[in-house]
């Protein structure tokens, strides 16, 4: 059975998503990174999407749902990389994920999560 | 019978009717001087003479888009197109076909020796034909004429999208002229895909050279500005002229979130004191 690796680096953690999502991967995800980020007290989830040429609107959904998770168990999450056309796609099916932070590379998001943690918890500040 | 008749006039005096519609073409083209040398003009009659003569003996004279016609038909395709890239206008081009017209009355009527009721029945076969023949020039001169639109239109398209690098990971895309939805989804494309490329973090779309903004322009604009959100850039619209932000507040178009400066200078002043970059004055 696959499931995608989710790496730790410091007090963050990284997620790359390289393969076919499906309904099952998606679920076990959710529960693998949930359970990480209690085990591990992570305070950020990168999640690195760049990889990723094709969205539908459950993976959509499912990527606001793992930051709402992560979110009440205090990690904040930065979805990294979004391809051009993934980007065009989910606008038009509507899916402009609210409160999810955004960053062009696993750099920038791993710079946005640092600056976060400096400001402290102020949440208003992570929205740059 | 009276088909058969036309057909031996037209072959017994095709030597006279090329001379005298070829004199006529050279001399009606005058305004034409410059595009189309009367050696041209020559060649391109004894060519549609050669090919009309055999179309005609055919007897098929009611309707040109049988297989007799094929090769007529090709001809004056071709010569529209040419004449439309060598610019001639739509009547210029339909004169081809209509000063043909004179040329056969003339050698009917000298052919029918007075017969004055298959004479009207000949001349009305003849303009029948020939005003078939010339909107079909016409047709064709037109669809040449709307490719040509369409390429340049096309290329427009793709001249009109520049995407500029104003600083170190700031880009800038100057917007001019109306925005529809087949210009706003190129200018979304080349702009998220120039955002990947230079690993940019800040884009500003300058709106100061589109004159209106409805609804649907507002649309496209919020769009492009979620979808780079998305990919983790930020983005600025400047160039907002006063009518504008009228009517967008107006048309009701919500656009906060989005970040609207007056104009590029601000926004570009924006753009580096968000990237942490100062200037002091000597």
Same mark, same amino acid.
């Given at each position: 059975?696959?499931?995608?690796?989710?790496?730790?680096?410091?007090?963050?953690?990284?997620?790359?998503?390289?393969?076919?999502?499906?309904?099952?991967?998606?679920?076990?995800?959710?529960?693998?990174?949930?359970?990480?980020?209690?085990?591990?007290?992570?305070?950020?989830?990168?999640?690195?999407?760049?990889?990723?040429?094709?969205?539908?609107?459950?993976?959509?959904?499912?990527?606001?749902?793992?930051?709402?998770?992560?979110?009440?168990?205090?990690?904040?999450?930065?979805?990294?990389?979004?391809?051009?056309?993934?980007?065009?796609?989910?606008?038009?099916?509507?899916?402009?994920?609210?409160?999810?932070?955004?960053?062009?590379?696993?750099?920038?998001?791993?710079?946005?999560?640092?600056?976060?943690?400096?400001?402290?918890?102020?949440?208003?500040?992570?929205?740059? | 019978?009276?088909?058969?008749?036309?057909?031996?006039?037209?072959?017994?005096?095709?030597?006279?009717?090329?001379?005298?519609?070829?004199?006529?073409?050279?001399?009606?083209?005058?305004?034409?001087?410059? *595009?189309?040398?009367?050696?041209?003009?020559?060649? =391109?009659?004894?060519?549609? $003479? @050669? !090919?009309?003569? +055999?179309? #005609?003996?055919?007897?098929?004279?009611?309707?040109?888009?049988?297989?007799?016609?094929?090769?007529?038909?090709?001809?004056?395709?071709?010569?529209?197109?040419?004449?439309?890239?060598?610019?001639?206008?739509?009547?210029?081009?339909?004169?081809?076909?209509?000063?043909?017209?004179?040329?056969?009355?003339?050698?009917?009527?000298?052919?029918?020796?007075?017969?004055?009721?298959?004479?009207?029945?000949?001349?009305?076969?003849?303009?029948?034909?020939?005003?078939?023949?010339?909107?079909?020039?016409?047709?064709?001169?037109? *669809?040449?004429?709307?490719?040509?639109?369409?390429? =340049?239109?096309?290329?427009? $398209? @793709? !001249?009109?999208? +520049?995407? #500029?690098?104003?600083?170190?990971?700031?880009?800038?895309?100057?917007?001019?002229?109306?925005?529809?939805?087949?210009?706003?989804?190129?200018?979304?494309?080349?702009?998220?895909?120039?955002?990947?490329?230079?690993?940019?973090?800040?884009?500003?779309?300058?709106?100061?050279?589109?004159?209106?903004?409805?609804?649907?322009?507002?649309?496209?604009?919020?769009?492009?500005?979620?979808?780079?959100?998305?990919?983790?850039?930020?983005?600025?619209?400047?160039?907002?002229?006063?009518?504008?932000?009228?009517?967008?507040?107006?048309?009701?178009?919500?656009?906060?979130?989005?970040?609207?400066?007056?104009?590029?200078?601000?926004?570009?002043?924006?753009?580096?004191?968000?990237?942490?970059?100062?200037?002091?004055?000597?």
């Amino acid at each position: 059975m696959d499931r995608i690796p989710i790496l730790r680096m410091g007090e963050f953690l990284l997620v790359t998503i390289q393969v076919d999502m499906h309904d099952e991967l998606a679920m076990r995800l959710q529960d693998d990174l949930t359970n990480a980020i209690q085990t591990k007290g992570a305070k950020g989830v990168l999640i690195d999407i760049s990889a990723m040429e094709m969205v539908d609107s459950f993976i959509g959904r499912m990527i606001a749902d793992i930051s709402g998770m992560a979110q009440i168990l205090d990690a904040k999450t930065v979805l990294v990389g979004m391809q051009p056309a993934v980007a065009i796609t989910l606008v038009e099916l509507g899916l402009t994920l609210p409160g999810v932070a955004t960053a062009l590379n696993v750099d920038r998001g791993m710079q946005l999560l640092r600056r976060s943690m400096d400001d402290g918890d102020d949440d208003a500040s992570f929205q740059r | 019978m009276k088909n058969t008749t036309i057909s031996d006039a037209f072959g017994k005096r095709r030597a006279d009717i090329q001379a005298i519609w070829t004199k006529q073409l050279t001399s009606a083209a005058g305004s034409a001087k410059g *595009r189309l040398s009367s050696t041209e003009l020559e060649q =391109q009659a004894r060519q549609f $003479l @050669e !090919l009309f003569h +055999p179309a #005609v003996q055919s007897n098929q004279l009611d309707d040109i888009n049988g297989s007799e016609w094929l090769e007529v038909r090709a001809f004056l395709e071709d010569l529209s197109r040419r004449r439309v890239l060598a610019g001639f206008s739509s009547d210029e081009t339909a004169l081809f076909i209509f000063s043909l017209k004179r040329v056969l009355f003339d050698i009917l009527k000298d052919e029918s020796a007075g017969d004055a009721m298959q004479m009207a029945d000949h001349f009305w076969q003849m303009n029948v034909l020939l005003d078939k023949l010339g909107l079909h020039t016409v047709k064709s001169y037109q *669809r040449t004429r709307e490719e040509v639109i369409n390429r =340049q239109q096309h290329e427009l $398209l @793709e !001249l009109s999208t +520049p995407v #500029v690098k104003l600083w170190d990971g700031i880009l800038a895309l100057p917007m001019i002229g109306t925005l529809d939805s087949a210009r706003t989804q190129v200018v979304m494309e080349s702009l998220l895909q120039k955002i990947v490329e230079t690993e940019s973090q800040i884009a500003i779309i300058d709106i100061t050279g589109v004159p209106t903004v409805d609804t649907l322009v507002a649309q496209h604009l919020i769009k492009t500005v979620t979808a780079l959100r998305l990919m983790g850039a930020d983005c600025i619209i400047s160039g907002v002229r006063p009518q504008i932000a009228q009517t967008i507040v107006h048309l009701g178009v919500d656009l906060h979130g989005v970040t609207t400066k007056a104009n590029l200078a601000d926004a570009l002043a924006l753009a580096l004191k968000r990237s942490g970059i100062a200037f002091t004055k000597k």
